[in-house]
């Protein structure tokens, strides 16, 4: 997670590039406007059968990778 952490309004969440670097080589990448389930939809799914807690973290993988 990271390099950063950042409030929500500075993150459009549209348009988020996603990067997999292993030993400092990327491995992977995507963007979220590419994903065929967006976030809300995903979360929404989640909360179904789950309790979300603050702090819970929803992950997705770039292309590629599953």
Do not use: Q, W
């Amino acid at each position: 997670m990271g390099p950063c952490l950042a409030t929500p309004d500075a993150i459009d969440y549209n348009n988020l590039e996603m990067i997999v670097l292993v030993s400092g080589k990327v491995y992977a990448e995507d963007n979220l406007r590419d994903m065929e389930h967006k976030f809300p939809k995903i979360i929404a799914h989640i909360s179904e059968e789950e309790y979300l807690y603050p702090g819970d973290r929803a992950l997705a993988a770039a292309g590629g990778i599953l």
